[in-house]
């Protein structure tokens, strides 16, 4: 508990009593200086540095700064204040612990309440430097022997001819520099702290905490030297010197200093921060500048990275006027990701087209960029960095793309790339920037997985086609197997198969399906090497099998009609491809496979040819990492079974729609070849089905229609 103001020995108080004390002696929302604490203490700092030179010539003291004389136009100094404390802290008396002092030193506190804590220092400091600099001014006066001068019998009235230098003097002159030089760091201090918020800057908002308690030890400091200031005119300073206070001063500048260091440091570390942010995210105009803001340090003018088709290192310029698909990622756990990459690496360097919607492929450059905190690489973890190092040789050298080194990735960037893009708990992620370093999308790993080339050049959106374009069929399935959303949901391989009339025919696959896929999915060396999750259901299977499968063909035949009967511009081929396809595998008496990666379908056909490709699945297994992937393999191998069909089972397919109302004579093209369908024969059916009359009229329309090629 701090003792009533006329007992206090201040220099017994720590900061956390100082703080309790003063903290009255702020009101915020009362109307404070009204002049600049930056310009009177340019105006102070000027009288007292001159005032030293006069005091001791011989001493080498820094160079004088040019005053700015609008600070001297401009000024309003609060002279009647100045002129009162002046007088108050020279009467102050001496006390042996400055309790006298510290009274003087709250009564000017509590005097400037409406004052920010640096201009109430500022403020004690012009008071003192009136005195101060006047004694010099005189004593300056006084050395020129200038018997009419004015200034000369002012000296003398001042007892300025009775100055004998000495080490008081000196030792008292030093205590004074070291309060300007305090004082000037705290100007600095709340400038700054006008320009930043202290909760960016760790160590400017300790400061600002600690402030009040700075500018007390400060203000006390100056009241001490003012009622001190008979040393000057060379009175015995006796048993009240000013080490105790000279000490005190010393340590405050020290920590002013030190937290000014700190406060540097992180002020540009934001400033660095802020820079980086503008160029990579705010402003973009060059990809290289982006990288650059992004991955390395600003002192390096030409940042290398290694080349993985040659092992050498080369320069970031490589990326100049290029698309960048940016892999960020940990070390651990990535065996998915890089797989998937070789993959899009090679389809971007060798697969045809090299033009997709008016994109080319090879201007399109994969970049690692491994993002492993700081405290792996140092301290007592120099083991784990060394492991770490060692994990990222391997994996650089069997990576065909560009690397960064992730050692030389900056602390600063790797905030920014988590901040901006999202990067957290080491969870893998693609952002992709084009030419002109803007961010065409800041997270293409799960479009990568779900479509690879397909969603080139994969910019936000560019995945909506492919995820819309088979909706037509899973709104329909959905209706009958709700788990489809989550297998999509979870991206799963998805195999639905069924029957393609109502009345069977071979289905004895249908039976087998289950044992064969249940197989595949116990080959656990396979499934869990390359994370094959396989789920299936047997479409309509129930005791409403019948009614099921004839509503969904009725609802193909539906989807069908409907697109022929719009306009050309308002007709998506890819989806109308898709139910001429399905419609196509109607007349496959063995049925029809529908397999999917998530929402992304593979393959559409024959059940018989499926179920034989599943069954033969030791004969292809070995092929799905060179095939990269699953669906690939058993793609390639199910094309092959197929081929072996007889031919009249392997024709161009036929059309039948039994409901199909649209005009009958516009062309409708072979799902198989492309070519133009003919038109062979109009086939009608009593509505009562007592009695089937076949009429061949090239002029009819509605009823039974069979298409065929």
């Known amino acids: 508990m701090v003792m009533p103001d006329s007992n206090v020995k201040p220099l017994t108080l720590d900061d956390k009593q100082v703080l309790g004390l003063v903290y009255d002696c702020y009101v915020v929302n009362k109307p404070g200086e009204t002049f600049d604490p930056e310009a009177l203490f340019s105006v102070v700092s000027d009288i007292l540095v001159r005032s030293f030179r006069t005091s001791d010539p011989s001493t080498k003291h820094d160079p004088l700064e040019k005053l700015d004389k609008t600070y001297l136009a401009n000024l309003e100094p609060p002279i009647d204040l100045l002129k009162r404390f002046a007088c108050q802290m020279r009467g102050t008396q001496r006390h042996e612990y400055h309790t006298n002092a510290h009274e003087t030193t709250m009564s000017i506190l509590k005097t400037?309440?409406?004052?920010?804590?640096?201009?109430?220092?500022?403020?004690?400091?012009?008071?003192?430097?009136?005195?101060?600099?006047?004694?010099?001014?005189l004593y300056e006066q006084w050395l020129q022997r200038q018997d009419s001068s004015l200034g000369n019998s002012l000296a003398v009235l001042s007892n300025v001819h009775a100055i004998s230098k000495n080490r008081d003097i000196y030792d008292y002159n030093v205590v004074v520099k070291n309060v300007l030089i305090t004082v000037g760091h705290m100007v600095r201090l709340e400038s700054i702290m006008k320009t930043y918020d202290g909760k960016n800057i760790p160590t400017l908002e300790k400061a600002m905490h600690e402030f009040p308690a700075l500018v007390y030890w400060t203000v006390l400091t100056v009241v001490i030297l003012a009622s001190h200031m008979d040393i000057l005119s060379g009175h015995p300073l006796g048993r009240y010197k000013l080490s105790d206070i000279g000490s005190k001063i010393s340590t405050i500048d020290m920590r002013l200093k030190d937290y000014l260091i700190q406060i540097d440091r992180e002020k540009a570390y934001i400033d660095d921060y802020r820079y980086r942010d503008r160029i990579a995210f705010q402003t973009p105009t060059e990809i290289v500048q982006v990288l650059k803001c992004l991955l390395f340090r600003r002192d390096v003018n030409d940042p290398h990275v290694y080349d993985g088709s040659t092992?050498?290192?080369?320069?970031?310029?490589?990326?100049?006027?290029?698309?960048?698909?940016?892999?960020?990622?940990?070390?651990?756990?990535?065996?998915?990701?890089?797989?998937?990459?070789?993959?899009?690496?090679?389809?971007?360097?060798?697969s045809d087209p090299r033009i997709v919607n008016g994109f080319r492929k090879d201007e399109f450059k994969i970049l690692w960029a491994p993002i492993v905190d700081e405290e792996e690489l140092e301290g007592d973890n120099f083991i784990s960095g060394s492991s770490n190092k060692r994990q990222f040789e391997e994996m650089r050298r069997k990576m065909k793309w560009y690397v960064v080194d992730y050692t030389i990735i900056p602390a600063i960037c790797k905030r920014l790339i988590r901040d901006r893009l999202k990067y957290q708990n080491n969870n893998p992620i693609v952002p992709v920037?084009?030419?002109?370093?803007?961010?065409?999308?800041?997270?293409?790993?799960?479009?990568?997985?779900?479509?690879?080339?397909?969603?080139?050049?994969?910019?936000?959106?560019?995945?909506?086609?492919h995820v819309q374009k088979w909706n037509w069929i899973w709104t329909e399935l959905k209706k009958t197997i709700p788990q489809i959303n989550s297998w999509?949901?979870?991206?799963?391989?998805?195999?639905?198969?069924?029957?393609?009339?109502?009345?069977?025919?071979?289905?004895?696959?249908?039976?087998?399906?289950?044992?064969?896929?249940?197989?595949?999915?116990k080959d656990h060396e396979n499934i869990r090497r390359f994370d094959i999750c396989i789920n299936y259901s047997h479409h309509g299977k129930g005791h409403k099998e019948r009614y099921t499968v004839a509503r969904f063909w009725s609802y193909v035949e539906s989807t069908f009609d409907s697109m022929r009967r719009m306009k050309a511009e308002d007709i998506d081929e890819d989806t109308?491809?898709?139910?001429?396809?399905?419609?196509?595998?109607?007349?496959?008496?063995?049925?029809?496979?529908?397999?999917?990666?998530?929402?992304?379908?593979?393959?559409?056909?024959?059940?018989?040819?499926?179920?034989?490709?599943?069954?033969?699945?030791?004969?292809?297994?070995h092929n799905i990492e060179q095939d990269s992937g699953f669906d690939v393999s058993l793609r390639n191998y199910y094309e092959s079974v197929k081929s072996e069909l007889p031919h009249h089972a392997a024709h161009c397919r036929q059309m039948v729609l039994k409901n199909y109302l649209s005009n009958i004579y516009d062309p409708v093209h072979c799902p198989d070849c492309g070519l133009k369908m003919k038109l062979q024969s109009a086939e009608y059916t009593c509505c009562h089905g007592d009695k089937d009359e076949v009429i061949n009229d090239a002029d009819a329309s509605g009823g039974n229609v069979e298409i065929m090629r």
């Not at 892999?327 to 360097?349: A, C, M, V």
């Not at 370093?437 to 086609?465: S, V």
């Open 112 to 137: 400037l309440d409406s004052y920010s804590w640096c201009a109430k220092a500022v403020t004690a400091l012009a008071a003192f430097a009136l005195d101060y600099g006047i004694f010099w001014h």
């Open 433 to 465: 920037f084009n030419p002109q370093g803007r961010l065409t999308n800041d997270n293409a790993l799960h479009m990568l997985f779900t479509w690879e080339l397909q969603a080139f050049p994969w910019r936000k959106g560019d995945d909506l086609p």
């Open 488 to 521: 999509i949901n979870d991206d799963d391989y998805i195999i639905i198969y069924g029957r393609t009339e109502t009345d069977w025919y071979d289905d004895q696959w249908l039976n087998k399906m289950p044992e064969a896929l249940e197989r595949i999915k």
């Open 311 to 350: 092992g050498d290192m080369v320069s970031i310029e490589v990326f100049r006027t290029k698309h960048v698909v940016l892999f960020l990622s940990g070390l651990d756990s990535i065996d998915d990701e890089t797989y998937l990459l070789r993959k899009i690496h090679e389809g971007l360097e060798q």
């Open 576 to 621: 109308f491809r898709q139910v001429k396809s399905f419609l196509g595998l109607r007349q496959e008496h063995s049925g029809w496979v529908l397999l999917s990666k998530g929402p992304n379908v593979k393959l559409l056909g024959r059940g018989d040819c499926f179920y034989q490709t599943l069954d033969d699945f030791d004969l292809w297994k």
